[in-house]
């Protein structure tokens, strides 16, 4: 069963941090890149940052990039994404995701399994 579990999600002020982490299932860990996506709302689901299988790539949108590293532990079938410096338009609900690894920027990603999303709240 494929299954893809968000954790980390919460409130909290502007400027301060989280970290997210996904857990997932070995079949599915193992062979994809893992990511993340997030939808405010009223918007579209948009890409905020991505790794690759073997962790050597990364890819983040320019909105989050030098703030939120992402890292994948393989030992543990677990992503993270730390959230630095958090400003209240990134506030959201995020979702974990697997697939083959993205090109270019990572912008056009089209992952193959979802998780069912975090909120994230970020005050002002």
């Known amino acids: 069963q494929v299954q893809l579990v968000e954790s980390g999600g919460g409130l909290v002020q502007a400027g301060g941090s989280l970290r997210l982490s996904c857990a997932a299932s070995?079949?599915?860990?193992?062979?994809?890149?893992m990511g993340w996506f997030r939808q405010a709302p009223g918007k579209e689901r948009e890409f905020v940052s991505a790794?690759?299988?073997?962790?050597?790539?990364?890819y983040y949108a320019d909105s989050v990039k030098g703030r939120f590293p992402i890292s994948r532990d393989n030992a543990k079938n677990t992503v993270y994404l730390q959230m630095n410096s958090l400003k209240p338009e990134d506030t959201a609900v995020y979702y974990c995701?697997?697939?083959?690894?993205?090109?270019?920027?990572?912008?056009?990603?089209?992952?193959?399994?979802w998780g069912q999303g975090t909120q994230v709240t970020v005050s002002s």
């Open positions: 995701a697997a697939g083959r690894t993205p090109s270019g920027s990572g912008s056009n990603w089209r992952p193959s399994y």
């Open positions: 070995r079949s599915i860990f193992v062979s994809n890149a």
């Open positions: 790794v690759s299988w073997s962790g050597s790539s990364t």
